[in-house]
């Protein structure tokens, strides 16, 4: 029998304009996913991520939210198509896709924390900026970052992608600094269109003010599938799931370390279930030895069936 593949959901920035279309065209249960979604948005998701412009999508609370709901539906299609997980981890956003996936949490609470969460940020007017380094030892840039925190600046290291991939994350200036010194010593330095610090300290006072929200979720238990979660490492209680729901956003998503433990544990396949091929392509910085295919639409899902089983 074939090993079933683990799950990987992707993060903010995967949306593109046209996701989820044949989803919704198709199926008569994601538009009704479609609409609750967007009702409690407050945003016209369908409209939005088939037509952009590209401006609305990327806004924060329609980017979040239809990735989530894409990678959603994603994962309910490789289900139906006999596909399932033999455990999920999630980039950054992704980790509430993943959560709902290993059936640690019902769709409808985590997209009501994922709403708390923009809400909180915007009422706070928490902001900050986003950067990836790419080809630059960790060292060098843990150094640069320590040397600008020693003279007040707010910057940290958000995401570890793989030994050599980073993003930056913290106020605006700082990562704009960062970014610039660690130009000469990187392949590659890419402001990204990000207006939050996520993953980062500033992000505390909107965990502060969502704490009783997580505190009185309801449908919070101990995932049935195995979850990977952005410490590093399989979660395996409900208290844990709770806590990463309330917390994850003020600190690092360590996504080399998560995909790592994956592969220790034995996951050899995986498959993207969400927009784009974000996590495709960053797996081959981690462990060319894997194979992982990008599943974010029926036809690519079509070809994911065909794939892993002859894996």
Not at 207 to 234: F, K, Q
Request: charged share 25%.
């Amino acid at each position: 029998m074939t090993p079933a593949p683990a799950f990987l959901f992707p993060g903010q920035l995967a949306e593109w304009v046209g996701m989820g279309r044949d989803f919704f065209e198709s199926d008569p249960e994601a538009r009704a996913l479609f609409a609750r979604t967007s009702e409690r948005c407050g945003r016209d998701l369908a409209r939005i991520l088939f037509e952009g412009p590209e401006d609305a999508l990327h806004e924060n609370l329609a980017a979040q939210a239809g990735v989530y709901l894409v990678s959603t539906l994603s994962a309910r299609a490789l289900r139906r198509a006999g596909i399932e997980p033999r455990a999920t981890a999630g980039y950054s956003l992704g980790n509430y896709a993943a959560m709902v996936a290993a059936e640690a949490i019902s769709y409808d609470e985590a997209l009501e924390i994922l709403i708390a969460v923009w809400r909180e940020t915007e009422r706070l007017g928490v902001r900050g900026a986003m950067g990836a380094v790419v080809g630059a030892r960790r060292e060098a840039v843990e150094a640069a970052l320590e040397r600008l925190r020693s003279e007040g600046r707010a910057v940290w290291i958000g995401n570890v992608n793989a030994s050599t991939q980073f993003v930056l994350t913290g106020r605006s200036d700082a990562v704009a600094e960062a970014l610039e010194s660690l130009r000469p010593r990187s392949l590659s330095v890419l402001p990204l269109t990000m207006t939050w610090p996520i993953h980062s300290e500033l992000m505390t006072p909107v965990a502060e003010a969502i704490a009783p929200r997580i505190a009185s979720l309801a449908t919070v238990r101990d995932p049935i599938v195995p979850y990977y979660g952005p410490e590093g490492r399989a979660v395996t209680s409900g208290a844990e799931i709770r806590r990463l729901l309330g917390t994850a956003f003020c600190h690092p998503t360590l996504w080399k370390d998560t995909f790592e433990r994956m592969v220790a544990d034995g996951a050899r396949t995986f498959v993207e279930a969400g927009p784009g091929e974000m996590l495709t392509k960053m797996v081959r910085w981690i462990d060319r030895t894997t194979r992982c295919v990008a599943a974010g639409s029926l036809e690519a899902i079509r070809a994911a069936v065909d794939i892993v089983g002859r894996s």
